[in-house]
């Protein structure tokens, strides 16, 4: 007998023997992909996905008549997703690619499941599973290449990456999830056809590159990943600022001992000089506040302290300079930024006149506040009251030297 998946770890979603049932059981319909990988690693699947033999346009008919609904969210590439009461489930009918060119595939259904299986990038990714009894089925010795941490491209790994670019930077980053700790390990034939494909990376969108680098970045095996990356030149034609992967080894090292969980838009800024990080944000189309996170990352921690940095630049950017500069964050645990309990109203009320002074004294307020480590409200109304004696005293005396002035 073969390996079986353990179904109760996916049958108890609420509708899910309903839509086995309407596809037409095992025989027409399997799970396939990361819910048969990580369910057999022990991982809690993120996706639930069912390869078929149905017609699209059957699975639409079947799932209205079992009531369950439908959104055919691709019908060309064959998928219709279900709406279960738990979540959503993609039904993708088995497909065979007719043409690639490196981004997109045009491709014809088919009924045959190694045909389906052929067309996928890794063997541990072309895992089936019956939804009824969990057998598992795998024509191409993906649960061999799974028990021992090996990514491995279906067939020529050459002609898959031509196939579809993005699979150069998919194979990294599953092995930085899925592979084995030793690199030495890493499949052969999938780095040499990597590294030697790796100017096809220019032909995708920033958008999917950085997807998938982000991922990446915050995988269990990342670092020595992205150091065997730079050492085969697979950024050199998308992103040469990428050179040296010892900042980054250092700082997930400080993030496990901080305990603070990785970061890929962290983990990204420690890998460029600082005067690359807009250029690269805006390259890779991040948002507007990942773009400005990552420059505030590589902006050093400066000498205020770790509290008032985090009151001027937020928590997470402080987070982000403080582990990237090697000073500690303990003082930050449990810690929120508290606001200034004082306001320019109050300044006016102690004899300031409206307009730029005021603004300029509470600067001044807040400064001594933070530089005192945030003391509490009767503090802040010393100083408040120190600052605007002192802004009054300057007051008179600069209406006394105009003055004389005026009459010499």
């Not at 045959?112 to 010795?141: C, I, K, S």
């Not at 001594?368 to 005293?393: H, K």
């Amino acid at each position: 007998m073969g390996l079986t998946l353990p179904l109760d770890r996916i049958a108890p979603r609420n509708g899910f023997a309903a839509l086995i049932a309407a596809l037409g059981g095992a025989e027409q319909t399997r799970l396939v992909g990361g819910v048969v990988r990580d369910t057999l690693l022990g991982l809690d699947p993120a996706d639930i996905d069912l390869a078929t033999r149905l017609l699209p346009e059957v699975v639409l008919d079947r799932l209205k008549s079992a009531g369950i609904r439908a959104v055919p969210t691709g019908l060309a590439h064959g998928t219709v997703t279900a709406i279960l009461p738990d979540g959503p489930i993609e039904v993708t009918t088995l497909r065979r690619d007719v043409s690639t060119d490196g981004r997109h595939a045009v491709v014809a259904f088919t009924d045959a499941w190694e045909e389906d299986g052929a067309r996928r990038d890794f063997t541990m990714n072309a895992l089936y599973a019956d939804p009824e009894t969990g057998a598992v089925f795998d024509a191409f010795d993906g649960l061999h290449d799974l028990a021992a941490g090996r990514v491995r491209f279906i067939g020529d790994a050459y002609r898959r990456i031509a196939e579809d670019h993005l699979r150069i930077l998919r194979f990294f980053r599953f092995h930085a999830r899925f592979g084995a700790a030793d690199q030495s390990a890493i499949d052969p034939e999938g780095l040499a056809a990597c590294a030697a494909r790796a100017n096809d990376l220019m032909a995708l969108s920033r958008e999917r590159i950085a997807a998938e680098l982000l991922k990446l970045l915050v995988a269990r095996h990342a670092v020595p990943v992205i150091a065997l990356m730079i050492e085969h030149g697979i950024f050199c034609a998308v992103l040469p600022e990428i050179t040296d992967a010892g900042t980054l080894a250092t700082l997930a090292a400080r993030e496990a001992a901080a305990g603070i969980p990785p970061d890929a838009i962290r983990r990204l800024a420690a890998l460029l000089p600082a005067d690359a990080a807009d250029g690269v944000g805006a390259r890779l189309k991040l948002s507007n506040a990942d773009r400005k996170r990552l420059i505030a990352a590589t902006q050093g921690a400066g000498d205020e302290g770790s509290r008032a940095l985090a009151y001027r630049a937020g928590l997470a950017s402080a987070t982000d300079r403080l582990l990237i500069a090697g000073a500690d964050t303990a003082d930050l645990t449990g810690w929120s930024p508290p606001a200034l309990p004082i306001g320019g109203g109050a300044l006016v009320q102690r004899g300031l006149r409206k307009g730029p002074e005021v603004a300029r004294v509470l600067r001044g307020i807040e400064d001594r506040w933070i530089a005192e480590g945030f003391p509490d409200a009767p503090r802040v109304d010393q100083l408040a009251d120190e600052a605007v004696a002192a802004a009054l005293a300057a007051t008179i005396i600069d209406s006394a030297a105009s003055a004389s002035s005026g009459r010499a």
